[in-house]
C-alpha cells in the first residue's frame, strides 16, 4: 500500500503482531470453520484448471497452508503481496507446510506490480479493514484489474456490529473472567475476547468511524487498579502484548455499505458465516466473481 495514501506500519507493529500470532484465536484468526468455508469456495473457483496462478494479500499463514492442503500447489503458481518482507518472513513459522515456491513481492495493495488479468485468484483474510474508506474503491478496482474474466475474490470481511455500542471493557472483564474461571475458555482466549469487545466498541467513541484502541487505553490503564488479579492479569496482557497496537487505526463500515463496494466491481456468487466462534456472524467470508 502506497505510504502516501496509507501509513506505512511501523516494523515494530508487524513483530508484535507476530509475537502475539501464536497466542491469538478467531476473530484474529480464520478458524477451522472459516478455513473449511476458504476451502470449498476456492475448490469451486479453481475447479479443474491448471497453471493457475493465486494472490494472496498479505501473509496469512493458515490461507498459504489451505492452498497447499488441498493439493494445488503442483498446478498453481502462488504470490504473497505485502509492504513489509520481514512480515512474511516472520510468519513463516505458522504456515504448517512450507512453500519454497511462493513468489513473495513486496508492493502496493493500491497500485499493485502485475499486469492486467494476470490473476485466476485472489485471497485475503481481513484485507478490507486495513484499507481507509476514501481508498476502498481503489482497492477493489486494483484487485477487479488483476483478476483475469470470471476470476474470483475470496475474503473475509468484518463490518459494523451495531451491538458493540453497548461493550464496555467492565462487562467484558466480567464475562470473561467468569468465563475462564468456570473452565468454558483458556486464558489466551479469555484476553482475546476482552480485546475483542474493547476494539469493537472504539468504533463508537470517535465521530470518523475508526476502530482503534487508543479510544480505550486510558481506561485500560485504570483496569489495571481493579482488586481482582485475574481481571488485572487480562489487561496486563492485553497492555503488554498489544501496545503498539493502540497506535494504530482501522476502517470499518456496516454491512450494506460493503456490499454496494463490493457489487460496483463483482458479482456476489455466495456468502457464508463460520459458526465456530463468537462474532463470527460480523465476519462473512465473500466468494466474489470478477464483473
Not at 484474529?28 to 494479500?57: A, E, H, T
Not at 465521530?207 to 481482582?228: H, I, Q, R, T, V
Request: hydrophobic share 35%.
Amino acid at each position: 500500500m502506497n505510504s502516501k495514501k496509507i501509513k506505512k506500519p511501523d516494523p515494530n507493529i508487524w513483530k508484535q503482531i507476530t509475537t502475539a500470532w501464536g497466542k491469538a484465536c478467531s476473530p484474529s484468526r480464520p478458524s477451522l470453520g472459516d478455513i473449511k468455508i476458504y476451502g470449498k469456495f476456492i475448490l469451486q473457483s479453481i475447479g479443474k484448471k491448471k497453471n493457475c496462478r493465486i494472490l494472496i494479500l498479505g501473509a496469512t499463514p493458515e490461507l498459504r497452508s489451505l492452498i497447499l492442503k488441498y493439493g494445488l500447489s503442483k498446478k498453481i503458481d502462488i504470490f504473497l503481496l505485502d509492504l513489509n518482507l520481514e512480515m512474511i518472513r516472520a510468519m513463516d513459522e505458522f504456515v504448517e507446510i512450507p512453500n519454497s515456491k511462493e513468489k513473495r513481492v513486496i508492493g502496493d495493495w493500491l497500485s499493485m506490480p502485475f499486469k492486467n488479468e494476470y490473476f485466476d485468484l485472489v485471497l485475503g483474510d481481513e484485507v478490507l479493514i486495513n484499507v481507509s474508506l476514501t481508498n476502498r474503491n481503489k482497492f477493489l478496482m486494483e484487485i477487479n484489474r488483476v483478476l483475469k474474466t470470471s476470476g474470483a475474490f475470496i475474503t473475509r470481511a468484518s463490518h459494523e456490529n451495531p451491538l458493540a455500542k453497548k461493550f464496555t471493557l467492565k462487562k467484558a472483564l466480567d464475562k470473561y473472567s467468569n468465563y475462564y474461571l468456570q473452565n468454558k475458555l483458556k486464558f489466551n482466549q479469555a484476553v482475546n475476547y476482552v480485546l475483542e469487545e474493547i476494539f469493537q466498541n472504539s468504533y463508537f467513541k470517535n465521530p470518523k468511524g475508526l476502530l482503534s484502541l487508543k479510544f480505550l487505553e486510558k481506561d485500560c490503564y485504570k483496569a489495571l487498579k481493579s482488586p481482582n488479579p485475574l481481571k488485572r492479569l487480562i489487561i496486563k496482557t492485553i497492555l503488554d502484548d498489544y501496545s503498539s497496537l493502540f497506535k494504530q487505526s482501522w476502517s470499518w463500515e456496516s454491512r450494506p455499505q460493503q456490499l454496494k463496494k463490493f457489487k460496483e466491481y463483482f458479482q456476489v456468487k455466495e456468502s457464508k458465516t463460520a459458526h465456530d466462534y463468537l462474532y463470527s456472524y460480523i465476519l462473512p467470508i465473500y466468494y466474489l466473481i470478477k464483473k
